[in-house]
């Protein structure tokens, strides 16, 4: 698939389908304390079995490929998330998992990727891509990419089915960027089934290669060491990725950034009055529906919270600093 062929709302629904018993069908969540303008409802896929989103991308990959290829394993490169995801998923079909990781993720990713069976190579995050590509080719295994696939796109869509479904008038959807499967995935379903929906990717303001893509009206990256700059890890991408770009120039209205104190302060507020557990990278969408409330269309707005595998000491000092 080019980025000409978008992935449609008929494959969304055949991950749906996949992922039955599987993903969990996460709520939307409403704060003890409705802020004055209304509330702002938290989708937390922080309660999937692997703390994050990546779930749904990652087994609907592994689900998808023919048995006598599956049998010599899956191989991605991820800052743990996904990795994570890619290697529960491979458990649960009985083959093997490596997952390519920067040097610089934090332990409990690393942990939590090794916790589910994966083989775990630590690079320099520049090399993560090309180390992932040249493992599989030596062991010929299947390369799952963390966004750029619509295998994964297709899988991320369902948090979009979910939020259709479960709240029919939904004004604003604010999705965090990465790579962009999550957005991709999301925004192609609501522009499907809940045509008012207004769309809005969140990065962080030190990581925000999709916002200058976005104004520049094509793709503009950033080096590494730009982005590592964020505290929120799990998204820190170069550039989104070509097929997701695709999807984002489509379906996506805005894309806006936030602070790292916006994104610690998040953390905090989501813990106290949504009582869920948001890792950086999870809370950097919240961090814009809570903060920039203002700036948003009037009605319903729905954040994704797309994880929850936060370092403990961090989740303490976001608590405690607000």
Partial sequence: MTADVLVSLDDVYAARDRLAGVAVRTPLLS????????????KPESLQPTGAFKLRGAYNAV???????????VVTHSSGNHGRALAWAARA??????????????EVKIAGMRAVGAEVVLVPAAERHEAACRIAAERGAELVP????????????TVGLEIAADLPEVSTVLVPI???????????????L?????????????AADAADSFAAGRRVAWTDEQTAATAAEGV???????????HIERYVHQVVTVTEDEITAAIGELARSYRVVAEPSGAVAPAAALYHATDLPAGPVVAVLSGGNAEPQVLADAVRSN
């Fill in 93 to 106: 079909f009985g083959v093997p998992a490596v997952v390519v990781s920067p040097d610089n993720v934090p």
């Fill in 194 to 206: 809940a045509k008012t929906a207004t769309v809005i990717g969140v990065e962080p303001e030190l």
């Fill in 146 to 157: 963390p966004y750029d696939d619509p295998r994964v796109i297709a899988g991320q869509g």
């Fill in 178 to 192: 990465g790579g962009g499967g999550l957005i991709a995935g999301v925004s192609l379903v609501l522009a499907e």
């Fill in 236 to 246: 820190r991408v170069p550039v989104v990725g070509e097929l997701t770009w695709a």
């Fill in 31 to 42: 704060p003890s304390t409705p802020p004055a303008r209304g509330p702002v409802l938290i």
């Fill in 63 to 73: 689900a998808t490929i023919p048995a006598d290829r599956r049998a010599a394993g």
